[in-house]
C-alpha cells in the first residue's frame, strides 16, 4: 500500500470534499444535458434535423470533451487538482451561459464545444483526487456519491430547463443553467484542497512518493494501460453502455413529445404547466430518482461484497446492463405516455449501477500517480462512442426510419435498436471479471 494510500485510511469520510465534488459534478450534468429538454423547440425556432440535435446535445460536446482531457489529465498529474477543476468549472458554466445567445445552429455548435472543452477538465483531476482522499473501504461509494451528479444533473436539467423555456423560451434556460457554476467555481478555487500539493510544498515531493517514484510520463501511463486487460473490457462496456444512455437521453422529449403529445398535455393540464415543463418534472424524476439509485446502489453493494473478490466491480454492471434491456423496450413500445414514464424506472436503476463500481475498479488498477491520466483515457473511449455517437446516431436512425414511418415511428424504433447495443455492453462486463485481480496484483 502505498503512503498515501496509507494516510487515507487513518482519515474519516472526506465530507466537504465529496460533497462539493458532487455539487460539480451535478452542475457538470446540468449544463450537458439541459439542451435535451430544450431539443425540440430549438429544433423549431431554429429549423433543425434531428441529426443536428443528435450534433449538439453529442458531437459538438464531445468534440473537445473526449480530446482535451487527457492533456488537462496531465496537468492534474502534476499540479494543483482543486484549481484545475476551478477553472474548468468556470469555462463550461461560460459557455453554457452564452449558448442562450446563439442565433444560428453553427453558433451554438461552436458554444456547445466550449462546454465541452471545459467539462473535459472535471472528471480526470476529481476521480484522481477522490483516490487519493479516499481508503480502499470507502472508496466505491465515494466516487459513486460523486456519480450521483449524473442522475442529480440531469433532473435538475430536465426541470429547471422544462419550467424556464416554458416561462422565458430556451435562452434564457440556458442563461439560468450556466450561472451557478461562475459562483461555485470561485468558492472551489478557493476552499478546495489537494493533500498532494500540500505535501509537495511541505517536503518538496509529493504525497506517498519515493526516491525513484516520480510521475509517470504519458508514454509510460499507456504502456501500463496496455497490459490491464480489465481496463480495456471495462471501457469497452462503460462506452457501450454510454451510448446507449446518452442516445436515449438526448431524445426522451422529444420522443414523448412525438409520440405521447395527448398524455403530455394530460399531465400538464393537471399540474397546471405548459407541457415542456410537465414533462421537464416527469423525466426529471425518473431519471433522476432511478438514476441515484441505482448509482449510490451500485457503489454501495460493490463495497458491501467486495469481500467476494475485485471480480464483484464488473459482476454488478453487467447484471445491472442486461436487466435494463427489456424494461427499456416495454417503455418505448407501450401505447400509454404515462405507463410509458413509469417503466423508465426500473431500466434507469439497473442501467446506472456501473459507476461507483467500475470507476472504483479503474482507480484500483492503476499506480496512484497515473489515475488521472487513466481516467482521461477512459473518459476519452467511453464519451467518444457514447457523448460523440450515440445521440448523433439515434438521430440519423430516426431521419432515416421517418421517411417511411414518420417523425413519431422513426424515433420510436430508433430508441429500441439502439437498446440492443446493451448486450454487447454486458458481455464487455463479464470479460472483465476475469481480470480484474491479476491487475491489481500486478499494479505498477
Known amino acids: 500500500m502505498s503512503g498515501t494510500e496509507e494516510a487515507s485510511s487513518e482519515k474519516p469520510f472526506p465530507v466537504y470534499p465529496v460533497g462539493l465534488l458532487f455539487v460539480?459534478?451535478?452542475?457538470n450534468f446540468l449544463d450537458r444535458q439541459i439542451l435535451n429538454i430544450l431539443a425540440e423547440p430549438i429544433k423549431q425556432d431554429l429549423g433543425?434535423?434531428?441529426?443536428?440535435i443528435g450534433a449538439l446535445t453529442g458531437l459538438a460536446f464531445a468534440l473537445l470533451y473526449t480530446t482535451f482531457g487527457i492533456p488537462v489529465a496531465r496537468l492534474a498529474d502534476r499540479h494543483h487538482r482543486g484549481k484545475i477543476i476551478a477553472v474548468s468549472l468556470f469555462i463550461w458554466s461560460g459557455f453554457t451561459?452564452?449558448?442562450?445567445?446563439?442565433?444560428?445552429?453553427?453558433?451554438?455548435?461552436?458554444?456547445?464545444?466550449?462546454?465541452?472543452?471545459?467539462e473535459a477538465g472535471c472528471s480526470?483531476?476529481?476521480q484522481s483526487l477522490i483516490g487519493d482522499i479516499t481508503s480502499k473501504a470507502v472508496r466505491a461509494r465515494?466516487?459513486?456519491i460523486y456519480a450521483l451528479g449524473v442522475p442529480v444533473g440531469s433532473l435538475l436539467g430536465m426541470v429547471v430547463g422544462g419550467l424556464a423555456v416554458d416561462a422565458w423560451g430556451w435562452r434564457n434556460a440556458l442563461l439560468l443553467a450556466g450561472l451557478p457554476g461562475l459562483l461555485v467555481a470561485v468558492l472551489t478555487f478557493l476552499t478546495l484542497r489537494d493533500p498532494r500539493s500540500s505535501a509537495l510544498r511541505e517536503t518538496g515531493r509529493a504525497a506517498g512518493t519515493q526516491e525513484g517514484d516520480a510521475i509517470p510520463t504519458f508514454r509510460e501511463a499507456c504502456r501500463e494501460l496496455a497490459g490491464k486487460k480489465s481496463f480495456w473490457w471495462l471501457a469497452g462496456g462503460a462506452a457501450l453502455t454510454s451510448f446507449v444512455g446518452y442516445g436515449h437521453l438526448s431524445f426522451y422529449a422529444s420522443f414523448f413529445m412525438r409520440n405521447h403529445q395527448g398524455d403530455v398535455a394530460v399531465l400538464a393540464?393537471?399540474?397546471?404547466l405548459g407541457?415542456?415543463?410537465a414533462l421537464g418534472i416527469a423525466l426529471g424524476l425518473l431519471l433522476g430518482v432511478g438514476g441515484a439509485l441505482g448509482t449510490y446502489g451500485g457503489g454501495a453493494v460493490a463495497d458491501r461484497h467486495i469481500g467476494r473478490g475485485p471480480g464483484i466491480y464488473a459482476f454488478i454492471p453487467a447484471i445491472g446492463t442486461l436487466l435494463a434491456i427489456p424494461f427499456f423496450v416495454l417503455a418505448f413500445t407501450v401505447e400509454s405516455g404515462l405507463a410509458s414514464l413509469a417503466c423508465l424506472l426500473l431500466p434507469t436503476i439497473f442501467k446506472n449501477m456501473w459507476y461507483g463500481p467500475v470507476f472504483a475498479c479503474v482507480q484500483s488498477i492503476v499506480h496512484e500517480r497515473s489515475r488521472a491520466t487513466a481516467m482521461a483515457v477512459f473518459l476519452l473511449i467511453l464519451n467518444a462512442c457514447g457523448i460523440g455517437a450515440g445521440p448523433i446516431s439515434i438521430g440519423l436512425l430516426s431521419d432515416a426510419l421517418a421517411a417511411t414511418l414518420g417523425p413519431a415511428e422513426g424515433l420510436r424504433w430508433a430508441m429500441i435498436i439502439l437498446t440492443a447495443v446493451s448486450a454487447l455492453a454486458g458481455l464487455c462486463f463479464f470479460q472483465a471479471r476475469k481480470s480484474i485481480a491479476n491487475d491489481q496484483r500486478i499494479r505498477s
Open 124 to 126: 480526470p483531476a476529481t
Open 142 to 144: 465515494a466516487l459513486a
Open 24 to 27: 460539480i459534478f451535478t452542475l
Open 275 to 277: 407541457t415542456t415543463g
Open 269 to 272: 393540464d393537471w399540474l397546471g
Open 97 to 118: 451561459a452564452l449558448s442562450g445567445l446563439a442565433t444560428s445552429f453553427v453558433q451554438l455548435l461552436l458554444f456547445r464545444i466550449g462546454v465541452g472543452m471545459g
Open 48 to 52: 433543425l434535423a434531428d441529426w443536428q
